[in-house]
Every structure is written in structure tokens, then in C-alpha cells.
């Protein structure tokens, strides 16, 4: 397996834009995790899903912010409109179930500047 | 109560000496502990876990020493190399199988 691919890795974009960044999680995990990673704040939890439904969304800091998976294999996260202050790296991870020490893999995370 | 606390924030080791990290948690709920390990442009990895059934766990340069009593568990890295300069996080386990994250710690080793 190629392991969590994330698209695109690195996306500049003007304030008031539409952002969509993409996952495709590791074939035959049942969880996947949405991070967001700044210097200020460190590694936030957005949502998570567990066999393709929301199971915490508390961590999505606005409206502005919406994830979905429509699949197994496939979620997004998009950002509408975009603002300065979402710049950050984005980091989607999956991981098995069952088993509470099953490792959590990440993709190489999307770096996202909003002008 | 669900916080993981990590410290320090960053550290500075000459090549060759012991890094040592820090993590204390409040929640005995938490059952698993993993260590990441993040180089730079790159995602977080495993690089090391520990259950609270034992109060140690090494492989190769890395060892976790864990303290139930005092809930606490530190990362010790010995005989620390410029290669291991990255950024270290703590974790917990909750029971709906998510992770509460440390702050990291960027740790540079000089050579």
C-alpha cells in the first residue's frame, strides 16, 4: 500500500476562495482523521470518521469548515470561504479496527497559504 | 482532564548525550500511550508505544519509562544523534480510539 495520499501537497490561495483538500486513507482502515498543524497551536484534532460516518466534529473551528466521505477510500475537507488564518499544514491519518494500539498513519499533509 | 501535557518545548543535546522528554496525563481512562516522531514537510510517525500494564519499554535507543502512579511517562533517547533531530509528541489513548496530543517538542541535536 502507498500509504495516506493527500492532495495536493501544497495549495496558495487568495482570501474568499474555495479550498478542497483530499485524502485517500489506507485500504481496509476504518478511521480517518482530519489534523490541523500550526507553530501557534500545535496538532488539532478537526473530525473524525469511523467506517465513513462523523463521529467528533468538535474540533472544527468554524462553519466555514465542512469533511465529508462519500467513501471508504475517499473524504475531503473544504474550507469556503478561505482566510488568512487558516494557513496551516492539514494532515489527514487513518488507522484499523479493531485494536486500541493499532498504529495511526499519516499522509505528507497539505500546506495551505491563503493571501 | 483530557489534556496530555508535554515538556519541554524544545531542547537542545550534543551528539552522543541523553534526550529526554516529558508527558503527564490526568485521565486514568487512557490505556496506550504512543510517541510521534515528525521530520520536517513530513507526517507524524510511530516510533515507539507503551501500555500502563509495564513500566518500561525500549527498542534500540528509544525507551519510554512509564509512571502510573504518578501519571506520567517520559521518551528517553540515548546516545542521541544529529538524525534524531525532529519533532517529538506524546499521545494518549481515549476509548472512542482518539488520540490527545502533547504540544511537542522540537529537539535539535547538535553534533
Known amino acids: 500500500d502507498a500509504g495516506v495520499i493527500q492532495s495536493p501537497r501544497h495549495e496558495v490561495t487568495e482570501m474568499g476562495q474555495e479550498v478542497t483538500l483530499r485524502c485517500k486513507p489506507i485500504?481496509?482502515?476504518?478511521?480517518l482523521f482530519w489534523y490541523r498543524q500550526t507553530m501557534m497551536r500545535g496538532l488539532e484534532l478537526l473530525i473524525y470518521f469511523n467506517n465513513n460516518v462523523p463521529i467528533d466534529d468538535s474540533g472544527m473551528p468554524e462553519d466555514r469548515f465542512s469533511a465529508k466521505m462519500p467513501n471508504a477510500s475517499f473524504s475531503t475537507l473544504k474550507i469556503q470561504p478561505s482566510e488568512p488564518r487558516d494557513s496551516a499544514v492539514y494532515f489527514c491519518a487513518s488507522r484499523q479496527n479493531p485494536g486500541k494500539d493499532t498504529e495511526a498513519f499519516f499522509g505528507q499533509g497539505t500546506r495551505l497559504t491563503v493571501v | 482532564q483530557q489534556q496530555v501535557k508535554q515538556s519541554p518545548q524544545s531542547l537542545i543535546v550534543q551528539k552522543g548525550g541523553i534526550s529526554i522528554i516529558n508527558c503527564a496525563y490526568e485521565?486514568?481512562?487512557?490505556?496506550?500511550f504512543p510517541w510521534y516522531q515528525q521530520f520536517p514537510g513530513k507526517g507524524p510517525a510511530l516510533l515507539i508505544a507503551?501500555?500502563?500494564d509495564v513500566s518500561e519499554k525500549k527498542e534500540g535507543r528509544f525507551t519510554i519509562s512509564f509512571n502510573k502512579s504518578a501519571k506520567q511517562f517520559s521518551l528517553h533517547i540515548m546516545d542521541s544523534q544529529p538524525g534524531d533531530s525532529a519533532t517529538y509528541f506524546c499521545a494518549a489513548l481515549k476509548s472512542n480510539y482518539q488520540l490527545i496530543w502533547g504540544a511537542g517538542t522540537k529537539l535539535i541535536i547538535k553534533p
Open positions: 507503551i501500555r500502563p
Open positions: 485521565n486514568t481512562a487512557f490505556d496506550y
Open positions: 485500504s481496509g482502515h476504518d478511521y
